[in-house]
Nanobody
Framework: VQLVESGGGSVQAGGSLKLSCAAS????????MGWYRQPPGQERELVSR?????TTTYGDSVKGRFTISQEQNTLYLQMNSLKTEDTAVYYC??????????????????????WGQGIQVTVSS
């Protein structure tokens, strides 16, 4: 599984960016995916997650401003009304899939699944 983020960069407060995560070797329809971020000097935090049935969840700090979506083999994060506190390295993540010999499968936790290399988003005032 390979996850590759793109679309990061620098933007002024109030602006928008759209992150993309191209996935290879992963089945989008089976398990959830999401975005984490790690601001400078802080812990990594969950930004948003989309489950295999399309249900979305967001961190309180980004609700109403960020939108997660997926299309074919790409995960997106549309970020609007960006604030300086959104400055962070953003990571794409995917839940690990465990296949059983019986034909079933199970999804692991997002935090312990597959991760991209991260991409910098800088919001200036």
């Amino acid at each position: 599984v390979q996850l590759v983020e793109s679309g990061g960069g620098s933007v002024q407060a109030g602006g928008s960016l759209k992150l993309s995560c191209a996935a290879s070797g992963y089945s989008f329809s089976r398990c959830g995916m999401g975005w984490y971020r790690q601001p400078p000097g802080q812990e990594r935090e969950l930004v948003s997650r989309i489950s295999r049935d399309g249900t979305t969840t967001y961190g309180d700090s980004v609700k109403g401003r960020f939108t997660i979506s997926q299309e074919q083999n790409t995960l997106y994060l549309q970020m609007n009304s960006l604030k300086t506190e959104d400055t962070a390295v953003y990571y794409c993540a995917a839940e690990a899939i465990t296949y059983y010999r019986t034909g079933g499968y199970a999804c692991g936790a997002l935090a312990t699944g597959y991760w991209g290399q991260g991409i910098q988003v800088t919001v200036s005032s």
